[in-house]
């Protein structure tokens, strides 16, 4: 089954205890990306890339890193947590777009990660 | 400035009947996309219709169109007869621009679906 999978799905933590929320696909997939998504705004891009050993900032990184260092896998890393990082994050992955974009272009999403950080 | 704007924070549609959610946008390329996807109250995101900027039909899928007006930069997603399982969170997104994958999303409208 094509899917996109995180881990943890739910997580508590405290101030400044760095964790990793992982994220793997297994639709070969070049584009991977990590949104948070926080009540009135949205989905917010963190972090993204294009292929492996290419990741670039979205719009909200700070606080943020990423690595990719395999195609599957795209880890979300807090250094150094703080309460206003909690938020629900997904990942997501999809093709890269071509030069017109399809609908085959839609990103798939991962089930979500609810992050409370205390 | 705001790229997605959705309107309605939340909306009720009495079942069976068709409910339309606004989404307007702003963009100056020529080449984007426009997504709607359905978040449920168990949280995962579910792509449901797509609409390029290039298409001259308006795109369906079931029960989902949606109402493309490209002058008015507005992609209203229509969710006919609806049903005690629509009920949930929808957000509008675009995806700007050639070779572009980051979709830019709304605040999302809560819809709620009345028996």
């Known amino acids: 089954e094509a899917q996109v999978t995180q881990n943890p799905r739910y997580l508590i933590t405290v101030t400044g205890k760095k964790l990793t929320v992982t994220c793997s696909q297994n639709?070969?997939?070049?584009?991977m990306s990590w949104y948070r998504q926080d009540p009135g705004l949205g989905l917010r891009q963190i972090y993204y890339?294009?292929?492996?050993?290419?990741?670039d900032k979205g719009d909200v990184p700070e606080g943020y890193k990423v690595s990719r260092k395999e195609k599957r896998n795209f880890p979300l890393i807090l250094e150094s947590p703080s309460p206003n990082q909690t938020s629900l994050y997904f990942c997501?992955?999809?093709?890269?777009?071509?030069?017109?974009?399809?609908?085959?272009?839609?990103?798939?999403f991962g089930p979500g990660t609810r992050l409370t950080v205390l | 400035a705001q790229k997605i704007t959705q309107t309605q924070p939340g909306m009720f549609v009495q079942e069976k009947e068709a409910v339309t959610l606004d989404c307007t946008y702003d963009?100056?390329?020529?080449?984007?996309?426009l997504f709607w996807y359905k978040q449920p109250s168990s949280g995962e995101m579910i792509f449901l219709i797509y609409?390029?900027?290039?298409?001259?039909q308006n795109a369906t899928e079931g029960r989902y169109s949606l109402n493309f007006q490209k002058a008015r930069k507005s992609a209203n997603l229509v969710i006919s007869a609806s049903q005690l399982g629509d009920s949930a969170m929808y957000f509008c997104?675009?995806?700007?621009?050639?070779?572009?994958?980051?979709?830019?999303f709304g605040a999302g409208t809560i819809l709620r679906v009345k028996s």
């Open positions: 609409q390029g900027s290039y298409d001259e």
């Open positions: 639709m070969n997939h070049e584009y």
């Open positions: 997501a992955s999809s093709p890269v777009s071509g030069q017109w974009g399809t609908s085959t272009d839609t990103q798939y």
């Open positions: 997104a675009m995806r700007e621009g050639t070779y572009g994958n980051k979709l830019v």
């Open positions: 963009t100056s390329d020529q080449s984007y996309g």
């Open positions: 890339s294009m292929n492996v050993e290419v990741t």
